[in-house]
């Protein structure tokens, strides 16, 4: 008897089994890469079509997402040549009973100039030129008075403000700024092509200079930007860009939304660092934080026009009790207009390549993530209980939005900071995906600060590490990292602060000898950084400073610290001062990243593991396959070298060192391997491969082969 199915010819049998999600339209095609997928159709076909109902409204009222996210055209202050030359003002205050806008170019006269309101709760005013000249001069002071609904007086900075400056007065607020150089800045650079494999270097303009102060556009392009090249870094992630009061936030309680942070300098100085970047070759992605904002009411949203629910929910549902916020209401239409413009402002303004959406867990979940551990798989991401559709709706929105701005080979980076896995994060709209690029590997560096805090070297589970770095959704592209931003922070250690501590004070100098302490230490930091990049995601990201190792944490000044900068600087005169040790582990990072941009192993299928020796500490995979790809060989051994150690490898032929790190004159390493080894591929099955080679593996190494050509 055949295994065909009875009674039937083969095609009807194929027929038969058809996949019914495979050319799906309506958001269930996701279905056909992940059956686990199915109990949830109803909740997939429910949230797609609740995008498309929404999609159709905006094309509709506006005429396309792209029109209806260029809103800053249309909103605050904007030069018009129609009814007459003059400054167009508009802002959406729907339970304002009267709005005027004043400021230095009327001598701060309160009520001189008032606006009107239509039906859909939206102000405006004209201010035509006189003799020629705008009433409003570029870099004048502006604020708006705003009586609420209770006839209370609001001092406030229009919410569409594209340049903000602490006050005059020594106060503690902002005050909105009037933008309208005469010369426009000229791009000279075209935007790179986004590359297959991304690797990024998260960086923050004021704290990256050497000294205890703020830094600015101009110093990061001339200080830093080369460093970034250097190391062979394709793209910036930047930090704390919109504008924000408090700089102690590191950026994430924005107060301004338009407007870029004015601590670093001008709107121009910053466009020079990405045109500079462009240059360069260097992608320049934005952390764009659309999750919540400062509570701040005199430069921020808060109680805009004197309701609590004017741009976020009402109540306690608007209010982030971890992060002392505002949550917005992601169904009101002029909020979609104002998040959405805002993302396209940067692109179109600024010519960003990409973000990187901040609180994307906290957006997705009604509960915020809170006290919640997603233990409980797919039910936690299609449970109507949990799940906020509105905000789910918004993401499904902007990303459909942002891709649609720039074909390929230039087309617009978004990256999903989500820390629980939600099924469909980075599947594309058309298949009932969310629509991001990538997602944030967020629990690789939670398991490398675990293990380093609670496991001695000689209990390191391999199978763990190796579950933790390659656990990612099957077509949903991942961007991997040992540690960020978050790791750096007071109160926590980076890698090597953890692996090092006080020994990085005093036994960094080659010309003293090693201790043990920093030998295993500079030893793990490569490591771990070069598992991550290879066996952890499709990207790779790095926090500035932490690729040579940076002593310390990273502590604003504050109340708590006398107002001291001395830890909100970045050292970067450590590696490259030629006697100290930190210079090894920034040129390991920099042979990486060099090895990965002549394999493209980020850019390949997940890696295939061979070995995970519990006992011998032992990790081998395989990855990439340009020129045969790489056979990465780890030894996280605390004491022992092995000798002709027998593994097993996926092809025939004669393999060569690309990568060490136990060299000595480059990466600090002991030199036990000769550079110019050979090692031949032996008829000797091993590892559930045909063949296997031998290999004198050093504790605390890895080795990178490679095939050799003929």
Request: net charge negative; no cysteine.
């Given at each position: 008897m055949t295994?065909?199915?009875?009674?039937?010819?083969?095609?009807?049998?194929?027929?038969?089994?058809?996949?019914?999600?495979?050319?799906?339209?309506?958001?269930?095609r996701v279905i056909s890469d992940d059956r686990y997928l199915e109990p949830w159709a109803h909740q997939l076909r429910e949230r797609y079509a609740r995008y498309v109902r929404k999609k159709a409204e905006i094309v509709a009222a506006e005429g396309s997402l792209v029109e209806f996210s260029r809103g800053f055209k249309r909103f605050g202050l904007n030069?018009?040549?129609?009814?007459a030359p003059g400054i167009m003002y508009r802002e959406w205050a729907p339970s304002a009973k009267a709005l005027f806008l004043y400021g230095e170019f009327n001598n701060w006269n309160r009520t001189q100039y008032p606006a009107s309101k239509d039906q859909f709760g939206v102000w405006s005013l004209f201010l035509p030129d006189v003799d020629g000249v705008p009433v409003v001069h570029h870099r004048s002071r502006i604020r708006i008075i705003i009586i609420g609904p209770n006839g209370e007086e609001l001092d406030r900075i229009p919410a569409w403000v594209k340049v903000a400056w602490q006050n005059d007065a020594g106060q503690p607020f902002y005050d909105g700024v009037y933008w309208e150089p005469k010369e426009k800045y000229q791009w000279k650079h075209t935007t790179p092509e986004v590359p297959s494999d991304l690797r990024i270097y998260e960086a923050h303009v004021g704290m990256s200079s050497t000294e205890p102060k703020i830094s600015t556009y101009i110093e990061f392009t001339r200080d830093v930007l080369p460093w970034i090249k250097e190391l062979g870094y394709n793209a910036i992630q930047l930090m704390a860009i919109q504008e924000h009061a408090y700089y102690a936030s590191f950026g994430y309680?924005?107060?301004?939304?338009?407007?870029?942070?004015?601590?670093f300098g001008t709107p121009e100085e910053l466009k020079a660092l990405i045109d500079t970047a462009h240059s360069m070759g260097i992608l320049v992605i934005l952390d764009l934080v659309h999750s919540h904002t400062s509570k701040n009411t005199k430069d921020g949203l808060n109680m805009f026009d004197g309701t609590d629910h004017c741009y976020f929910h009402e109540g306690g549902k608007g209010y982030h009790w971890l992060w002392d916020s505002r949550l917005f209401n992601y169904s009101h239409w002029e909020v979609l207009r104002f998040l959405m413009s805002n993302a396209c402002w940067f692109i179109e303004e600024y010519n960003f390549d990409g973000f990187r959406f901040d609180g994307v867990t906290s957006m997705?979940?009604?509960?915020?993530g809170m006290a919640h551990a997603f233990v409980n798989g797919y039910d936690e991401y299609f449970n109507s209980n949990l799940v906020d559709p509105d905000a789910v709706m918004y993401l499904t929105l902007v990303n459909d939005m942002l891709h649609s701005l720039r074909p390929r080979p230039h087309s617009v980076i978004t990256i999903a900071e989500d820390v629980s896995g939600m099924a469909t994060l980075c599947r594309p709209s058309p298949e009932g995906g969310i629509g991001f690029d990538y997602r944030l590997a967020m629990g690789i560096p939670d398991m490398w600060i675990e293990t380093l805090k609670t496991v001695k070297d000689e209990d390191w589970n391999m199978g763990h590490i190796v579950h933790s770095l390659t656990n990612r959704r099957y077509l949903e592209p991942t961007v991997a990292y040992a540690e960020s931003h978050?790791?750096?922070?007071?109160?926590?250690?980076?890698?090597?602060f953890w692996l090092m501590d006080k020994e990085m004070y005093d036994n960094m100098s080659v010309q003293v000898p090693q201790s043990a302490i920093t030998a295993r230490g500079i030893a793990l930091h490569k490591m771990i950084r070069l598992i991550t990049c290879a066996l952890g995601g499709e990207a790779y990201l790095n926090f500035m400073g932490n690729e040579f190792g940076h002593p310390e944490w990273i502590d604003f000044p504050r109340e708590g610290n006398n107002g001291s900068y001395h830890y909100a600087r970045r050292r970067f005169d450590l590696p490259k001062e030629g006697h100290l040790r930190y210079k090894f582990m920034s040129n390991f990072d920099r042979g990486m990243h060099a090895l990965e941009q002549r394999y493209k192993w980020l850019s390949s299928p997940p890696a295939y593991v061979y070995l995970k020796h519990e006992g011998d500490k032992l990790i081998t995979f395989h990855r990439g396959a340009i020129d045969g790809g790489l056979f990465f060989i780890f030894n996280f051994h605390h004491e022992k070298s092995f000798d002709s150690y027998r593994f097993g490898v996926p092809a025939n032929g004669k393999y060569r060192i690309v990568l060490n790190s136990d060299e000595p004159e480059a990466y600090g390493g002991f030199g036990r391997v000769a550079p110019d080894t050979v090692y031949f591929a032996q008829p000797t099955a091993w590892d559930g491969c045909p063949?296997?080679?031998q290999v004198y593996i050093p504790s605390r190494t890895v080795l990178v082969l490679a095939l050799a050509g003929e």
């Open positions: 295994d065909e199915v009875a009674g039937s010819s083969p095609a009807a049998a194929a027929a038969v089994f058809e996949d019914p999600y495979k050319n799906a339209t309506d958001g269930t030069r018009v040549e129609s009814p309680q924005v107060t301004n939304f338009f407007a870029i942070s004015s601590r997705l979940y009604q509960h915020h978050d790791q750096s922070l007071v109160g926590d250690k980076t890698i090597a063949q296997s080679i």
